[in-house]
């Protein structure tokens, strides 16, 4: 493997994102960005929501890589498990304001 595509393997990024490699992180941020926005914005419909969420869930996965664990998933598994647990938690608490808002 040349030094070009292990700097572009996702699992290898995240190794050395774990290890506290931030270049690796901002590299699996620019390749994962594009997937993970298209995912929420489906979701939310709403581009600045979307925008907020992708910022939580970046925050959410650099504070926590250190736990991540490979288990057979890759990581854009990983990626979009922490984003839709973020929209579920998103749509759950907008749904609790509005009934506090009718009550």
Known sequence: MDENSSKNNPEKL???AKNGDAEAFSRLYEIYFAPVFHYIYLRVK??????????D????IFRSI????????????????????RVID????KKEIRQNKSL
Do not use: C, H
């Open 46 to 55: 709403d581009k600045e929501t979307a925008e907020d969420l992708m910022q």
């Open 90 to 93: 998103y749509w759950r608490k």
């Open 14 to 16: 995240m190794e050395r």
């Open 57 to 60: 869930i970046f925050l959410k």
């Open 66 to 85: 250190r736990n991540y664990q490979k288990e057979g998933i890759s990581p854009l598994a990983y990626f979009f498990t922490v984003a839709r647990n």
